[in-house]
């Protein structure tokens, strides 16, 4: 099965669904993208772009809320906190500060630190 996320006019992924294999065979039955992209804008319309359900292209598989960046070719998640910085080479979301393994903390954006939970 292929994986196809649906991005709107700013690259936000919208819908995310399953393609049989067979909906994206191009005319010497090789599987093809754009075979797939365009089938299924013809079906729901709008721009699709391939996700890999394993990473194993565009670095994260696509989620609803996510952003596709076209310079990177990557699905990259919603920011979680203003502070945090974008790993380029998992194209996700890392706190600036390393969390303590001594325990369970969450992130406490307004003290830009790990705050041990009770």
């Known amino acids: ?5 649906q991005i709107d006019e ?3 992924v919208t819908k995310v669904i399953v393609v049989n294999n ?3 065979l191009d005319e010497n039955g090789n599987e093809s993208e754009q075979v797939g ?3 299924c804008s013809n ?3 709008g721009e699709w772009i391939q996700t ?3 990473s194993k ?3 994260n598989y696509a989620g609803i809320g996510y952003s596709y960046d076209q310079a990177r070719d990557a699905f990259i998640p919603k920011k979680q906190y203003p502070s945090w910085l974008l790993d380029e080479s998992t194209c ?3 706190c600036p500060k390393p969390m303590p393994n001594d325990g369970d903390y969450f992130w406490d954006e307004e003290k830009q630190n790990w705050e041990k939970l009770p």
């Open 1 to 5: 099965m292929a994986h196809y996320a």
């Open 10 to 12: 700013s690259g936000l």
């Open 22 to 24: 067979g909906d994206i």
């Open 37 to 39: 992209k365009n089938f």
């Open 43 to 45: 079906l729901l319309g």
């Open 52 to 54: 890999s359900y394993n």
């Open 57 to 59: 292209f565009r670095k």
């Open 92 to 94: 996700t979301w890392v």
